[in-house]
């Protein structure tokens, strides 16, 4: 990586950090697609795996005392983690113009989803129903691209859970997800040693980025953050898509 590439790399994850710090979460919806197109998605979310578990590790150990019932955060995280085994096993095979393609059209589908339907809430019958399903494909999604957001935030949104019981669940299935991913990764040849310690050196940016994260969170309205989000998340998906359909 040369100089460019690196402080590029540190400003996308500072920006994610900015995102969970003022969300709790989101971190990759824009960290990875700026590692992507710096280098290639596998790059990507190998240097965001162990970040991703730190930062989750932190806050789960913070808002532990907010989960309540075990069953949605145990459920959720342990079916993530099948999805994530898999999903790590589709990012070592996949070919590179296809998973860039995929992340920039998984990240479309987010915006899409949050423009047409900002208020959409589950019925009271649907975690026990749901969270299986959820937590399988937000794992796949997770291995294959590094942003299960699209699903497991929307999911836990949708269920309207208290701030605080979401963001322990958030990190104990984000950090369920990690923990198998990152030994698969290092298996399949895609986290090696140097990517490894690129990953833990990453930590930085995020965790600068989350105290903004935070003071932003309180200067400007909630809807005016989100809606500079997705501005911001339109034009890194439609980077990604053109690169991935046009290489």
């Known amino acids: 990586m040369d100089v460019t590439e690196i402080l590029l790399a540190g400003?996308?994850?500072?920006?994610?950090?900015?995102?969970?710090?003022?969300t709790g979460a989101g971190a990759p919806m824009i960290g990875v697609p700026v590692l992507a197109m710096l280098f290639n998605v596998p790059t990507a979310v190998a240097?965001?795996?162990?970040?991703?578990?730190?930062?989750?590790?932190?806050q789960g150990w913070q808002f532990r005392a907010h989960l309540g019932?075990?069953?949605?955060?145990?459920?959720f995280a342990l079916w993530g983690a099948?999805?994530?085994?898999v999903g790590s096993v589709l990012l070592a095979v996949a070919p590179?113009?296809?998973l860039m393609a995929g992340v920039g059209a998984?990240?479309?589908?987010?915006?899409?989803?949050?423009?047409?339907?900002?208020?959409?809430?589950?019925?009271?019958n649907?975690?026990?129903?749901?969270?299986?399903?959820?937590?399988?494909?937000?794992?796949v999604l997770q291995g294959a691209s590094g942003m299960s957001g699209p699903v497991s935030i929307t999911y836990l949104n949708a269920l309207r859970l208290?701030?605080?019981?979401?963001?322990?669940?958030?990190?104990?299935?984000?950090?369920?997800?990690?923990?198998?991913?990152?030994?698969?990764?290092?298996l399949l040849g895609i986290l090696t040693p140097k990517l490894a310690l690129w990953g833990i050196l990453a930590v930085g940016p995020l965790l600068l980025g989350m105290p903004v994260g935070n003071w932003l969170a309180s200067q400007i309205s909630k809807a005016m953050f989100d809606k500079l989000i997705l501005v911001l998340l339109t034009v890194i998906a439609a980077k990604l898509l053109f690169d991935g359909l046009t290489a």
């Open 11 to 22: 400003l996308g994850l500072f920006l994610g950090g900015v995102l969970k710090g003022a």
């Open 47 to 58: 240097l965001f795996a162990i970040p991703n578990l730190l930062t989750n590790v932190t």
């Open 69 to 75: 019932r075990m069953g949605l955060a145990t459920s």
């Open 82 to 85: 099948l999805g994530a085994l």
């Open 96 to 98: 590179a113009t296809l």
């Open 106 to 124: 998984v990240v479309l589908s987010y915006i899409v989803f949050r423009l047409m339907r900002p208020d959409w809430q589950l019925g009271p």
């Open 126 to 139: 649907a975690e026990s129903r749901l969270t299986a399903p959820a937590g399988l494909i937000g794992g």
């Open 162 to 186: 208290e701030r605080p019981r979401f963001m322990a669940t958030i990190s104990i299935f984000f950090c369920t997800m990690a923990l198998m991913q990152i030994p698969a990764l290092a």
